[in-house]
């Protein structure tokens, strides 16, 4: 892993010096909405909302890109009242990219989670990296990002680290791949896999992946199904399970 970092990150400044024309005109602006909630009433009353923000801004060889999930649910039981929650996690990143051609670019990232159920009460990252488009077609869109990052990780209280505080910060990597196959003009495969790592210590890792599925209703809405894994290898004793898996269907809005 950290051999083809070193790898990308060597031939995106290789790329400078071979620089081609810049990539295609696409949209200064474009926003990407999805959508997904249930309400279910009887014995046990339960809610849950899900959300995902994404939004890209070009101007000439530079692009702007930010993308958001939030997630949230929780359950009343009809006997004592009592409402629990038992999802409450967000993640962001906000990425710089320039493009040197229409295969390599750099890339800055600045990213943050949090998540009330796990080890942590937050945690950010942000750092330089690359982007290799390998594979740039009407059907197929396969793309590879990777940054080296500084890492901060805010602990709950009952899991401090050894020193007693809650803060540790350290030098990290992250590496993840977006394919997209245009299955028809009005349907599409998503797949996304990230995985995030300290680069002193192997076992503090973080993997998340999302398989989607989308059809077009009309020109700005769709109909989504997706399947999404977010795993914690470093996850205190207590915490419930190491990986947190969700299928949901969504209204998308493109525009």
């Given amino acids: 892993m950290k051999k083809t970092l070193g790898f990308l990150l060597l031939a995106g400044l290789v790329g400078t010096l071979f620089a081609a024309d810049v990539k295609v005109e696409e949209p200064a602006f474009t926003t990407h909405i999805e959508l997904g909630y249930t309400n279910t009433a009887g014995n046990t009353q339960s809610q849950d909302l899900a959300g995902t923000l994404a939004m890209k801004y070009n101007i000439g060889a530079s692009d702007v890109r930010f993308v958001g999930h939030t997630l949230y649910s929780n359950n009343e039981d009809f006997d004592t009242n009592i409402t629990t929650t038992t ?59 990777a940054n080296v990052l500084w890492s901060f990780d805010e602990y709950q209280e009952p899991y401090e680290t050894d020193s007693n505080d809650t803060l540790r910060d350290y030098a990290a990597y992250q590496a993840s791949m977006e394919y997209v196959y245009q299955i028809t003009k009005t349907s599409k495969f998503v797949q996304y896999l990230m995985y995030r790592s300290e680069f002193a210590d192997a076992t503090n890792y973080f993997v998340k992946s999302k398989t ?7 020109d700005m809405v769709s109909l989504g199904l997706a399947y999404t894994v977010d795993y914690t290898n470093n996850k205190a004793d207590d915490v419930r399970s190491y990986t947190d898996r969700v299928f949901l269907a969504s209204l998308i809005v493109d525009f």
Wanted: proline share 2%; hydrophobic share 35%.
């Fill in 87 to 145: 999802k409450n996690r967000w993640d962001a990143e906000l990425n710089y990219d320039y493009n040197f051609n229409e295969t390599w670019a750099f890339n800055y990232l600045l990213g943050g989670k949090g998540d009330k159920f796990s080890t942590y009460t937050y945690q950010a990252y942000t750092g330089p990296g690359a982007i290799w488009t390998a594979v740039k077609t009407e059907s197929h869109d396969l793309k590879f990002q």
């Fill in 212 to 218: 989607a599925v989308e059809a077009k209703a009309s």
